[in-house]
């Protein structure tokens, strides 16, 4: 029998194991003083019907989150499976964060990607300090869907794709 237990629960350990978990990919984008500054994010949580919550979580050691967290609104794109390369340079520390990608403006300096399989606009409610991250919840006050694209998704390590074949899909608004 294989033991359970075999890795420390350490960074590394907890990198394998959350590797384990699939996530969506999520850029969180504003302008502040005129230049569009954004993350990739792939902590997204939905929290509250009533009132419209969502919750994202940004490293502490986050260069953006600062400039990002004096927005008066934030513009979240679930990302579509065509957009590995937008997630990829969100997620650099150096560089052109867009240059990957086809900006859109929202409301109130709210920034959103083109091409996303959602865009949720909103205004940060509540910053919560957790470890070595910092919990955002963002409430929402305009959100738009295309059910055409199908979102990028995070796991082991990677950006890959949902698949299903056709007979495995089921209706479930039926």
Request: one cysteine or more; aromatic letters at 6%; a negative charge.
């Amino acid at each position: 029998m294989h033991d359970l237990f075999e890795t420390p629960a350490d960074g590394t350990g907890l990198r394998r194991a959350f590797a384990n978990f699939p996530s969506g990919v999520v850029a969180v984008c504003a302008e502040v003083d005129g230049v569009p500054h954004g993350l990739a994010v792939s902590t997204f949580v939905p929290v509250s019907l009533d009132p419209p919550l969502v919750s994202f979580c940004v490293q502490n050691s986050s260069s953006t989150w600062p400039r990002l967290a004096s927005a008066t609104h934030l513009g979240l794109s679930l990302l579509g499976t065509g957009q590995t390369d937008a997630a990829r340079a969100l997620g650099a520390r150096n560089g052109d964060r867009f240059r990957a990608s086809e900006l859109h403006r929202g409301t109130g300096g709210a920034v959103f990607i083109h091409g996303a399989s959602a865009w949720i606009e909103g205004v940060p409610e509540a910053e919560i300090p957790a470890g070595d991250h910092l919990v955002v919840i963002l409430r929402i006050h305009r959100l738009a869907t295309r059910h055409d694209i199908d979102p990028l998704v995070f796991h082991g390590s990677r950006f890959r794709r949902l698949h299903a074949e056709p007979s495995e899909i089921a209706d479930v608004a039926s």
